[in-house]
T-cell receptor, first 115, second 113 residues
Framework: AQTVTQSQPEMSVQEAETVTLSCTYD???????LFWYKQPPSRQMILVIR??????QNATENRFSVNFQKAAKSFSLKISDSQLGDAAMYFC????????????FGKGTKLTVNP | GAVVSQHPSRVICKSGTSVKIECRSL??????MFWYRQFPKQSLMLMAT?????????EQGVEKDKFLINHASLTLSTLTVTSAHPEDSSFYIC?????????FGSGTRLTVV
């Protein structure tokens, strides 16, 4: 079974600075998807960024980018120019490309942004 | 686009009663819906996968007779917590698979008193 590990329960960053959240995963599959989701205090799950395993190029979405290392099974999220609104729980997640396609989540990292 | 509407947002019920939570896909057809449970300050735990027109697939350790899932149409999936007890109090979230990711409902906070 696939597992996702987030080793940082909490992280903090100064406003306008850059922070990197770590994520590793374990799988025997070659094709899959990786995601970072944000859950603010409202508890609404918001997609931050998505990466397809077959793509070597790292995904980027404005201030958010990932460092995808397939061989190392690592998928870190970099947030540049951090804003107060970035404060939230961040979950790394994995899904298979076929089959049930269920999402497997890491335990999450609570990000605090200090003004 | 790709909105999943989840209701109710919060519900308080008495111990022993049943509660139904609905998730509707408003602008797309969701052949598969996922139901999660989230305890405070914890991650989302998958409870079951519901497929339109067929029986739900439950994760190990989840009581299928307590958490009844129905996915009778391509736009509606329901989770019924039967004979609820205080330990069933939690945050329940549904999610639908989309082409480029997953869309989540806004969640239901269930409190059993």
């Amino acid at each position: 079974a696939q597992t996702v590990t987030q080793s940082q329960p909490e992280m903090s960053v100064q406003e306008a600075e850059t922070v990197t959240l770590s994520c590793t995963y374990d799988t025997s599959e070659s094709d899959y998807y990786l995601f970072w989701y944000k859950q603010p205090p409202s508890r609404q799950m918001i997609l931050v960024i998505r990466q397809e395993a077959y793509k070597q190029q790292n995904a980027t979405e404005n201030r958010f980018s990932v460092n995808f290392q397939k061989a190392a099974k690592s998928f870190s999220l970099k947030i540049s120019d951090s804003q107060l609104g970035d404060a939230a729980m961040y979950f790394c997640a994995y899904s298979s490309q076929g089959g049930s396609e269920k999402l497997v989540f890491g335990k999450g990292t609570k990000l605090t942004v200090n003004p | 686009g790709a909105v999943v509407s989840q209701h109710p947002s919060r519900v308080i019920c008495k111990s022993g009663t049943s509660v139904k939570i609905e998730c509707r896909s408003l602008d797309f057809q969701a052949t598969t819906m996922f139901w999660y449970r989230q305890f405070p300050k914890q991650s989302l735990m998958l409870m079951a996968t519901s497929n339109e027109g067929s029986k739900a697939t439950y994760e190990q350790g989840v009581e299928k007779d307590k958490f009844l899932i129905n996915h009778a149409s391509l736009t509606l999936s329901t989770l019924t917590v039967t004979s609820a007890h205080p330990e069933d109090s939690s945050f329940y979230i549904c999610s639908a698979r989309r082409r480029y990711g997953y869309t989540f409902g806004s969640g239901t906070r269930l409190t059993v008193v």
